[in-house]
């Protein structure tokens, strides 16, 4: 089955600087790549996601690149805020017709944003 | 607005009890998820379902359980807790391939056996 393995468990950084979070994945089968934000004692939250076909996608501050060939992904935020402190989460999953959503998960990075 | 519900937030139950924890969802989703989530390990798929009364094992289902009779519903159950079973547990669900993908979570279910 996939293994996702996503570095580094923890993060933290000044506000205002950039944040980057990697995911790697062993299924070269997997097509679709979301990424889940958890602030504490609350649901994980999609926040941005992409697909095999696309290389990179933006939204505000945050986009997520991919790297079929490496078989990796990452996260980037810019300009951190102390709102964006959490724990993020990466995943992967084979999308067709005869699969449904079983995403794999990483085990998640802590990031800390320090005012 | 999409909602999952799980009954329960807080639980205790004691070693070999059997514990249901209920998730609801409002969004006429066709598939769920229960996973769980431990320190250092993130979030396991315990088992999921694409349909009413289908189920298949997730990653981890060594333990547990699973009922969905009803589309909106779908039931984890633990036959014997044991103390290694304490964790959060999470249920999702998803819309089909047509409507997208993007999986909802519930607030989570924090289950201590003792």
């Known amino acids: 089955g996939e293994n996702v393995e996503q570095h580094p468990s923890t993060l933290s950084v000044q506000e205002g600087d950039s944040a980057v979070i990697k995911c790697t994945y062993s299924?070269?089968?997997?097509?679709?790549f979301p990424w889940y934000k958890q602030e504490l004692g609350k649901r994980p939250q999609l926040i941005i996601d992409?697909?095999?076909?696309?290389g990179e996608k933006k939204d505000q501050r945050i986009a997520v690149t991919l790297n079929k060939t490496a078989k990796h992904f990452s996260l980037h935020i810019t300009e951190t805020q102390p709102e964006d402190s959490a724990v993020y989460f990466c995943?992967?999953?084979?999308?067709?017709?005869?699969?449904?959503?079983?995403?794999?998960f990483g085990t998640g990075t802590r990031l800390a944003v320090r005012p | 607005d999409v909602k999952v519900t799980q009954s329960s937030r807080y639980l205790v139950k004691r070693t070999g009890e059997k514990v249901f924890l209920e998730c609801v969802q409002d969004?006429?989703?066709?598939?769920m998820f229960w996973y769980r989530q431990d320190p250092g390990l993130g979030l396991r798929l315990i088992y999921f379902?694409?349909?009413?009364?289908?189920?298949e094992k997730g990653d981890i289902p060594e333990g547990y359980s699973v009922s969905r009779e009803k589309k909106e519903r779908f039931s984890l159950i633990l036959e014997s807790a044991s103390t290694n079973q304490t964790s959060m547990y999470l249920c999702?669900?998803?819309?089909?391939?047509?409507?997208?993908?993007?999986?909802?979570f519930g607030e989570g279910s924090w289950l201590t056996v003792v």
């Open positions: 999702a669900s998803s819309p089909d391939r047509v409507r997208g993908n993007t999986i909802y």
């Open positions: 299924d070269s089968a997997s097509n679709y």
């Open positions: 992409i697909r095999s076909n696309v």
């Open positions: 995943a992967a999953s084979v999308r067709g017709e005869s699969s449904g959503d079983k995403l794999t």
């Open positions: 969004m006429d989703h066709e598939n």
């Open positions: 379902s694409y349909d009413v009364k289908m189920k």
